[in-house]
């Protein structure tokens, strides 16, 4: 059902690509599948496809959410590789992650992807959806009106009785027992990787005891502090549908820390070491998105993956995205 819902999207991105805009050499497809929010949290599932150079062979946009009055609600920049579409699935965020402080004061939540250029500038809304919360007054224009239920991924069952949390050890939610023998989801997982929240049918998303609901805790991500390339189905994988090289085609590439974009116009060497008298084990095309797991000390080498191999490119040679060199983890092998 997921892979369905992410090939509709693709086709919704492709086709609002080709559709003409105020500045048409300038936009970006997208497609929003849900969106839903409370006074406090949002979740979506969006699909963003680049299609215009602001430079280095990306494009750059933004997602923002707000309120009725237009009150800033969140806020995040990101940038897609020209003819790359990654969709993005985020459940219960906060409007808080993004560092600001932000409630909102009148329906309807709006949620927009809109295109920028190079500095930033913004350029129009390429999508847009709207919910209107329970907790505030309805608007009567919303544009969407179901309630978001997380992806049904990863299924547990309970070996013994457990309160709920509020946080991971944190505060104990009254009145709710959850009773061995009884089966739930698990959406995301704690950093410690000893709780484990899931979905009990309410709009919150309750912490239980890892030992409680014991559940393979490698395939879940933790909470996260962005939308873009988030989804808690995809823990150890990123999938990129469509490639500058094959733009039909749909690339499983295993999992990193960050993703990235070999430069234009050369081959980057794969080596099975950080240094250049290494094994060299593949050659990378240009404009080849990667999964990125680390740097070296140094900050001279990333390790990456490519068709299933893991090695060692110059930090000259790739673009990162989303991250900065220095928040890479250090990796020694």
Known sequence: ???????????????????????????????????????????????????????????????????????????????????????????????????????????????????????????????????????????????????????????????????????PAGAVIPGLTVLAGKEHFAVYRSADSAWVQIDVGGPELPWVPVAAMPVDVSKLNTPPTRIDLSDPTRANTVTIVGTPVNPGTVVIVPGGVATGITKANIRTRLRALPTTRSEILALIPARTPLAIFGRDASGVWIKVNYLDAQGWISRSLITLQNVKLEDLPVLFQ
């Open 1 to 167: 059902m997921r892979r369905t819902f992410f090939a509709l999207m693709l086709v919704t991105a492709v086709a609002l690509s080709a559709l003409p805009w105020a500045a048409p050499a300038q936009a970006v497809g997208a497609a929003v599948g849900r969106f839903w929010a409370t006074c406090g949290i949002f979740s979506v599932d969006v699909a963003v496809t680049g299609s215009f150079n602001d430079g280095n062979n990306l494009d750059r946009f933004r997602y923002r959410v707000s309120d009725g009055t237009n009150k800033k609600l969140y806020q995040e920049d990101a940038t897609r590789p020209i003819g790359v579409t990654f969709g993005s699935l985020v459940v219960n965020m906060s409007f808080d992650a993004d560092g600001f402080d932000g409630f909102p004061s009148a329906n309807p939540i709006k949620f927009q992807v809109l295109e920028v250029d190079g500095a930033g500038n913004e350029l129009g809304v390429i999508q847009y959806a709207s919910f209107d919360a329970s907790c505030l007054p309805a608007s009567g224009s919303a544009t969407q009106t179901e309630a978001f239920r997380p992806p049904f991924f990863m299924k547990g069952r309970f070996v013994s009785n457990s309160a709920l949390y509020q946080s």
